[in-house]
């Protein structure tokens, strides 16, 4: 088989695989939500609600219906890329929801990207480059305890002393009330305001980010400071990379130019199981911060037993990781030729 008719046997399996992630994820959520304690008519309605209201509430939310009704009308639903309309939010549609909620979690989410990944690479590049050393015991230490602690504890410790002791930075918001917010052209607030110019609105919603975003991206370091750091070490050992130190070349040049281009190739990988991990992580890094974003929207949902918002938010997460995940395997069988045989 030619490597490009096995690339697109590769990229078809992959795309092809989608549909059937996509669906067991619907699936497994909507028997969930409906197996779970609560009803969405009382926390709605309230428990003292009369019972002839709560029957016809029932009956216009189509709970009433039986379980393989409701399921097969939500397939039909999805199908149509309908999520149906929010119960507590008043009556908007879920895409509503997602749009107005989103921006913030994209904010948030980028910005500990590039935390977690300059700083994860960075540690796993000097650890790796100094074997034995306290740097490498240092990079190992680093890598084992950024991964291991719990993001809630930590949020909550590092806002009790930045925050609340310190004072250095504000709670609960993207941007402060008393203040206009930049001019909604994207939903960023960092990238609105430098789109507008304005240089002072920049400064205030990344001060308002930094505390959350600075959790959330060290906290995940970690993944990338290992990955980098096993990668780089059987890199540096290979036997091309002696052969360039046989013929003079610098340690840095053979490290930056020749090492760590091979060793970032499994990084592509990491990207895409750290996406799910970083939804994961923004979910309980916006309740823990107060942060308005979809995660903190998923969890009000799921606390009023929202299910249309609950099952688009999800729908819509997993989406995004089903996706990327197939684009980063797809990029990595371009590179790697091994990948696809």
Not at 39 to 47: E, K, S
Not at 206 to 228: D, M, N, Y
Not at 305 to 325: E, K, L, N
């Amino acid at each position: 088989m030619s490597r490009s008719k096995a690339l697109q046997y590769y990229i078809f399996a992959r795309v092809l695989l989608a549909p059937l992630m996509l669906w067991t994820i619907v699936t497994i959520v909507f028997l969930l939500l409906r197996a779970t304690p609560g009803d969405p008519v009382d926390a709605v309605l309230g428990g003292r609600a009369p019972e002839d209201v709560k029957v016809r509430y029932r009956q216009e939310l189509g709970l009433s219906d039986p379980l393989w009704v409701q399921y097969i009308r939500y397939l039909g639903d999805l199908l149509h890329l309908d999520l149906g309309k929010s119960i507590t939010s008043r009556g908007l549609e879920v895409w509503e929801v997602i749009g107005q909620y989103f921006p913030a979690t994209v904010e948030l989410a980028v910005f500990s990207m590039a935390i977690a990944f300059i700083v994860g690479v960075g540690v796993g590049i000097l650890s790796a480059s100094r074997p034995g050393t306290a740097l490498d015991a240092g990079g190992r230490l680093f890598g084992i305890i950024s991964y291991s602690l719990p993001l809630f504890w930590v949020g909550m410790i590092l806002q009790l002393i930045f925050s609340v002791q310190l004072g250095w930075f504000p709670l609960g918001s993207r941007f402060p009330l008393t203040l206009p917010a930049p001019p909604s052209i994207t939903g960023l607030y960092t990238i609105d305001s430098l789109l507008s110019g304005n240089f002072s609105q920049f400064f205030i919603a990344l001060h308002h980010l930094a505390l959350p975003s600075l959790t959330l991206g060290i906290l995940l370091s970690g993944i990338f400071e290992r990955i980098v750091r096993v990668n780089l070490k059987q890199t540096l050992k290979a036997d091309y990379v002696e052969a360039a130190r046989a013929r003079g070349i610098p340690e840095r040049r053979i490290l930056f130019a020749h090492a760590l281009k091979n060793a970032m190739i499994p990084v592509i990988t990491v990207l895409g199981l750290t996406l799910a991990a970083l939804l994961g992580g923004a979910v309980l890094t916006e309740v823990t911060f107060s942060w308005p974003g979809l995660g903190n929207r998923l969890y009000e949902a799921i606390s009023l037993r929202d299910y249309p918002t609950v099952q688009g938010i999800m729908i819509f997460f997993a989406s995004i990781v089903v996706f990327a995940s197939i684009l980063i395997d797809i990029i990595n069988a371009y590179i790697d030729p091994r990948i696809r045989y």
